[in-house]
């Protein structure tokens, strides 16, 4: 059981290039995060999905856009990337709809540098 | 903004040592989560508290949940090297579906 991917695990970009980060679970959890991890800061999120075909703005949404067309899949897009989007970005999933409490399950992460 | 501040930011300490990770908030949270995070992966989740007041026991790590349910600790007692990690408290307000995530404890366990 894989649970949650990630890929790619590592990439660098240049300033105003765009990209797509795949995050992938086969849980078949409903809900779906895209967090950024900086130094002394935690973990912030980005964007959410409570299900196939909804997305929600997180806590840092600016410069990124989202998609959940399969409950699977919940894809994280730069449109322009810049410096300030240097980071490692992780990926979360979890499983119920109605009760709280539930843990996270988190991908491994992926390293993006931009110059 | 953040509302979850984690003390200290670093530990280093020597094997068989104890030590008291903080987890502090002026929001009341409807339950709190420990996570810890090894270079390279992603957070893992050590232990859920809901209950203001409620400890749980996880070998030698212990947590509690503050009784206004503001605040918690992990109290590691004879800290070993494979206890090295970055420890993140999460609390979730309601049922919002979503975590905010403190600042992190860095801890390195010295053999």
């Known amino acids: 059981n894989a649970g949650v991917t990630q890929t790619p695990k590592f990439r660098v970009l240049k300033t105003g290039q765009s990209m797509t980060l795949l995050c992938a679970q086969d849980m078949n959890h409903e809900y779906m995060y895209w967090y950024r991890q900086d130094p002394g800061m935690g973990l912030r999120l980005i964007h959410y999905s409570v299900g196939e075909g909804t997305t929600a703005k997180g806590e840092v949404p600016d410069g990124y856009n989202v998609s959940r067309l399969k409950k699977q899949n919940f894809l994280l897009g730069l449109e322009s990337a810049a410096p300030s989007q240097t980071s490692v970005y992780f990926c979360a999933s979890r499983q119920d709809r109605v009760r709280s409490n539930q843990p996270q399950h988190f991908g491994d992460g992926t390293r993006l540098s931009i110059l | 903004t953040q509302l979850l501040e984690q003390s200290p930011q670093f530990l280093s300490i020597q094997e068989g040592e104890n030590l008291t990770v903080y987890c502090n908030s002026s929001?009341?949270?409807?339950?709190l989560q420990w996570y810890r995070q090894e270079p390279g992966e992603g957070p893992v989740l050590l232990v859920t508290?809901?209950?203001?007041?409620e400890v749980k026991k996880l070998k030698r790590l212990t947590f509690q949940f503050g009784d206004a349910r503001k605040d918690s600790s992990l109290h590691i007692t004879a800290a070993q090297p494979g206890d090295t990690g970055l420890y993140l408290c999460?609390?979730?307000?309601?049922?919002?579906?979503?975590?905010?995530f403190g600042t992190g404890t860095l801890l390195a366990v010295q053999p």
């Open positions: 929001s009341v949270f409807s339950s």
């Open positions: 508290v809901v209950t203001g007041g």
């Open positions: 999460a609390g979730e307000k309601g049922a919002t579906n979503k975590l905010i």
